[in-house]
């Protein structure tokens, strides 16, 4: 199976600064990368698609890039609802895998 | 408004059953292959089964990760809008979260199987 990497497990920042998020597949997947957004207590939420499209309602701040084996989130300025866990999930490949996740934390 | 609503979750003990449902609203659910995904208590997400949007017994219109193949069986009733997930012969490593998750789009290209929609999820605990 095709394992998903998630770095860095946790990411501490400020309000208002950037986060950037990076995910690693064992193997290419092309682009069939989605991110997803978990708040505590949620069911996760689909933002990104095809490592770069934004999903509907998705704010502009969000942004995803790569392709193969290496994938990047970008936040460009976090807000407070943003602090949360976010994972990675390809669908290249039977089965489907996801990352591990990256908390985002307040600094 | 899209809505998926997951029952049945509960207590069970080791080796025994239980059968998982997902309600289905606001969208025409016979066009979409369907998900189950889990979620062990503090931990990340795992992909569990998929369906066909027409379901059937048909080779390919199911999958199972390798963890939990031979044990759960997924099924779906178009004419009822509700998923299912029959899970059988349940261990401790399988308590979590289930959530249904809705195919993004309605092929069955590798492109559509991210998960636009989810349910609020149903807690399976396996304790004796």
């Known amino acids: 199976e095709i394992v998903m990497t998630q770095s860095p497990a946790t990411l501490s920042v400020s309000p208002g600064e950037r986060a950037t998020l990076s995910c690693r597949a064992s193997?290419?997947?092309?682009?069939?990368l989605a991110w997803y957004q978990q708040r505590p207590g949620q069911a996760p939420r689909l933002l990104i698609y095809?490592?770069?499209a934004r999903a509907t309602g998705i704010p502009a701040r969000f942004s995803g890039s790569g392709s193969g084996t290496e994938f990047t989130l970008t936040i460009s300025s976090l807000q407070s609802e943003d602090f949360a866990i976010y994972y990675c999930?390809?669908?290249?490949?039977?089965?489907?895998?996801f990352g591990g996740g990256t908390k985002v934390e307040i600094k | 408004e899209v809505q998926l609503l997951e029952s049945g979750g509960g207590l069970v003990q080791p080796g025994g059953s239980l059968r998982l449902s997902c309600a289905a609203s606001?969208?025409?659910?016979?066009?979409?292959?369907m998900n189950w995904v889990r979620q062990a208590p503090g931990k990340g997400l795992e992909w569990v089964s998929v369906?066909?949007?027409?379901?059937?017994?048909?080779?390919?219109?199911?999958n199972y990760a390798d963890s939990v193949k031979g044990r759960f069986t997924i099924s779906r009733d178009n004419s009822k809008n509700t998923l299912y997930l029959q899970m059988n012969s349940l261990r401790a490593e399988d308590t979590a979260t289930y959530y249904c998750?809705?195919?993004?789009?309605?092929?069955?290209?590798?492109?559509?199987?991210?998960?636009?929609?989810w349910g609020q999820g149903t807690l399976v605990t396996v304790s004796s």
């Open positions: 998750a809705k195919n993004m789009c309605g092929g069955r290209v590798a492109s559509c199987y991210r998960f636009d929609q």
């Open positions: 606001g969208f025409t659910f016979s066009n979409y292959d």
């Open positions: 369906i066909s949007s027409s379901g059937g017994s048909a080779v390919g219109s199911t």
């Open positions: 193997q290419s997947v092309s682009f069939n």
């Open positions: 095809g490592a770069s």
């Open positions: 999930q390809q669908s290249d490949m039977w089965p489907l895998t």
